[in-house]
Structures are given as structure tokens and as C-alpha cells.
């Protein structure tokens, strides 16, 4: 059971507040917002989901910038109040369509009326969209996406000249389009995390995909959908026979495991590689799965340390974009921890260059290099000069790195994993509902030793 739950934003200001069971003290978001912002216990940079202090556990996650904590003095399972936390999110984003501290403080009714049937004196009723909706009554007070920043998800399918419609982002399942009318229509994105471990001669040490099929759904009368896969899609050791009987031959895509929404029936799977389910209103994981198979990296990167006397060096870093040319990656941020007695670095970018900006983080001794849209097949340098205040009696590579990457790339996956057809139940020959299917790819880790 938990006590208290509440929402933080980026300044630590309350924005939600909702005390369950009266055994944890009032001022605990403030005590829970000075530990977070202060936190330096094992010079961690950032606190840990889940601590104790004072004998008051605290959980929380981040989402879109805003803090969801939960607070409790019994001993609780961590994961069961994480994953509390992000459909308690996920829940009031459904309603609200756009989740951003604007929308919350414009509609703290609602929100609270949510948490009153999500949670019960700090027992967890239910987190289902559908059955919410019984017994919420208030409308929501829309918020214009067009004003809204380029942030979180949103922000994945709304870059470059070829939009991707974003409305299932910013859009509420409760409320309809302007003069009532409602548009039907139904997105899924396959969402890829990719996490890639690089030697310092460019080999792949480690490589993995985690990846979601996420569907979101605004048909009215919930029809059956039947979703078409890879046809060689496999399940299980690359060669063997997958678990839902299948096979992965040479070339097909290999799925280490896979689970499943409660809302999925598998009966055709096993056949053609089809799932069939009534999609239940809101935002919903339709599959997870996790890929160690080897893949094409999205970007290669290389470093270069060179001594340049007795308390200088120079660092160059290489990136290379390895997917196609017509496929834009976006917010790419470049990271390399430096020697501790780094004192002053200068940096050195390609002539003509657009969109890229550098940084030294003196407080951490951290090298940052921000790209803000990069092509596929090109490649981009940066030269940084390094000034210690010491001379260095070790060798400096094994004082500095590994490289980090950070990126996103929209309308790509390197699983290969696609959807062939979405399939809608007709209920008239003049229905036809909007389908979009859009991908993702993320870095989870992406890391380069030096």
C-alpha cells in the first residue's frame, strides 16, 4: 500500500498532492525534492527510483520532465509501485491528451477524481482506461499542441518536412474534435531501445534490442484488429524452433522472447504471424520483445586521443551515420567523460557547420557534443584541445571516455521487424478508420570504449 502520491515539477513546485493514509509527514515532497536535487551519497549524479529516509520509502519516476513519487513506510515491492507510477501517468495522459505541468494545473479536477478510482485509501483499484471511464465524470480542458516545445515522444514524428500526424500524442480519449464530431483512426508505433557496447578498435562487444509494439486507439464500438507481423518472424535461438511454434531461418528476425497484452489472441500466430485483439481504449503495450541477435549499428563512432606535451592533448571524435540517406536522426548528444584534472578545454567543428554545439561540464569534467539533426550516410567531426593542470604520469586514454551516445531516429528500426497490415473489423462498407504505423529507434546505451 502506499501513503502519499504526488507530481514535482522540474523546480520541485507540488502540482498534485494526494495523501492517502495520514502515517507520513506533510512536508515530505520538499524533503523528497532537496534529496533528489542534492543527492551525492556513492557520488552518484542521480538518485536512485527508489530510497529511504527517515524510515519513508520513496518511489519515483520521471515522465516528461515531471517527477510521479509515491511515498510508504511499509516494505513493498519496488517494481510494483514503479509500474504503478508510470500507468498512473500514462492513465492521466490518456485522459488529458497532452501530459506537461500546463495541463495538470488546468485540469487538477479531473486529475484528482482519477486518483480518488486509481487508488483507495493506498490500495490500487484499477489503471484500465476503459473501466475509468464509468465513473469519471469531468471533461477535460484541452491544451493547444501547436504552442507546445518539441519535448519527450511528441517530438519523434513532428520533425522535418514529411510530418508524421502527432495526435495521439496530444489527443484525449474522452474528448471529441471541435463541433463534436470524432475522427477515427488508430496509431501504432514500434518503439525500438538499442543498447551497443563498442571495443576501442570499433568491434561490437554486446549488442541488444528492446522493443514495443505500442498501440493506441480512438475507434468508436472497439472493433477486432488483426495485426500482421514478419511472416519469418522467429522466437527463440536463431535455427531452433520458437516457442510458439514456428522457426527462424537464415535471415529472419529473431526474437530472444516476446509477452504479450491480455487483450491478444494468439490462436493464427502460430500460422502466419498474426494478432488478432480488441484494443482497449488508451495508450497499451500490444508486445514486448527482446532481440541479442547481431544487428547494423545505427552510427559507429570513433576517438582519437593524441599528448600534445607535458599538460595538453587533443581528443577527436568521429561519428559516421550508418542508416539510409532519405532517414533523419534527431537530438543527438555526444558524451566523454575526461581526465579529473582537465582545466579548460577549446573546441574545433567542421567549417560550415549548423546545428551543433559544445560543452565542457567543469563540475563533472564531462565533454558534451550536441548535433541537432544528422543524415544518414554522412559523417561529422569534432576536435577538442585539452589543458591540464597537472602533468599526466599515466596514459590518458585509460583516464578518459567511454564515449556515450544519446539519439533519437524516426521511421527506422534495426530489428527489421514491420508491420505488414492492419487489419479493422468493417461495421459498414463506408467505414474506414486512419491507420498509422510509425517507428522509432532510441539509444538506451549506446557506448564506445576508448
Request: net charge neutral.
Amino acid at each position: 500500500m502506499i501513503s502519499q502520491f504526488f507530481v514535482l515539477s522540474q523546480r520541485g513546485d507540488s502540482i498534485v498532492f494526494r495523501d492517502y493514509r495520514g502515517d507520513v509527514l506533510k512536508g515530505s515532497a520538499e524533503i523528497f525534492f532537496r534529496k533528489v536535487k542534492f543527492w551525492k551519497e556513492d557520488g552518484g549524479e542521480e538518485a536512485p527510483p527508489v530510497f529511504n529516509v527517515d524510515g519513508v520509502n520513496y518511489f519515483h519516476v520521471k515522465v516528461v520532465g515531471l517527477l510521479f513519487v509515491a511515498t510508504s513506510r511499509t516494505n513493498l515491492s519496488p517494481s510494483l509501485v514503479l509500474e504503478l507510477l508510470q500507468r498512473i501517468a500514462r492513465v492521466i495522459k490518456d485522459y488529458l491528451g497532452v501530459l506537461n505541468e500546463d495541463s495538470l494545473r488546468k485540469n487538477f479536477v479531473l486529475v484528482y477524481e482519477l486518483l480518488d478510482e486509481v487508488v483507495d485509501f493506498g490500495y490500487v483499484q484499477t489503471t484500465s482506461t476503459e473501466i475509468l471511464k464509468s465513473y469519471i465524470f469531468n471533461e477535460p480542458i484541452m491544451i493547444d499542441a501547436g504552442r507546445l516545445p518539441p519535448l519527450g515522444p511528441a517530438a519523434m514524428f513532428m520533425q522535418g518536412s514529411k510530418r508524421m500526424p502527432g495526435t495521439a500524442i496530444t489527443k484525449s480519449v474522452v474528448a471529441n474534435e471541435p463541433g463534436g464530431r470524432k475522427r477515427e483512426e488508430i496509431f501504432v508505433d514500434i518503439i525500438e531501445k538499442i543498447s551497443i557496447t563498442f571495443s576501442s578498435s570499433g568491434y561490437i562487444l554486446t549488442s541488444e534490442i528492446d522493443g514495443t509494439i505500442q498501440m493506441k486507439s480512438y475507434l468508436t464500438g472497439n472493433p477486432e484488429i488483426k495485426l500482421a507481423l514478419n511472416e519469418d518472424l522467429g522466437i527463440g535461438r536463431a535455427g531452433g524452433r520458437s516457442d510458439y511454434g514456428g522457426s527462424a531461418g537464415s535471415g529472419a528476425v529473431v526474437l530472444d522472447d516476446c509477452n504479450f497484452h491480455e487483450s491478444v489472441q494468439l490462436d493464427s500466430f502460430d500460422v502466419d504471424r498474426t494478432l488478432t485483439l480488441v484494443p482497449p481504449d488508451g495508450e497499451f503495450p500490444v508486445m514486448n520483445y527482446r532481440i541479442t541477435q547481431e544487428f547494423k549499428p545505427p552510427f559507429r563512432i570513433n576517438t582519437l586521443i593524441e599528448e600534445a606535451g607535458s599538460l595538453k592533448a587533443e581528443v577527436i571524435l568521429k561519428i559516421r551515420a550508418e542508416f539510409p540517406s532519405d532517414i533523419t536522426a534527431n537530438t543527438i548528444l555526444v558524451q566523454m567523460p575526461l581526465p579529473t584534472y582537465t582545466s579548460r578545454v577549446s573546441f574545433e567543428l567542421e567549417p560550415g557547420t549548423v546545428g551543433q554545439t559544445t560543452d565542457f561540464k567543469e563540475s563533472n569534467k564531462r565533454l558534451e557534443w550536441s548535433l541537432k539533426k544528422v543524415v544518414g550516410g554522412s559523417d561529422h567531426t569534432l576536435r577538442a584541445k585539452l589543458t591540464f593542470s597537472q602533468e599526466s604520469h599515466g596514459n590518458i586514454t585509460k583516464e578518459a571516455g567511454p564515449v556515450s551516445m544519446t539519439f533519437t531516429i524516426p521511421m527506422y528500426n534495426p530489428s527489421r521487424l514491420q508491420v505488414k497490415y492492419l487489419q479493422i473489423a468493417k461495421k459498414s462498407k463506408t467505414y474506414n478508420p486512419y491507420r498509422w504505423v510509425r517507428y522509432v529507434t532510441q539509444a538506451n546505451s549506446y557506448v564506445a570504449r576508448i
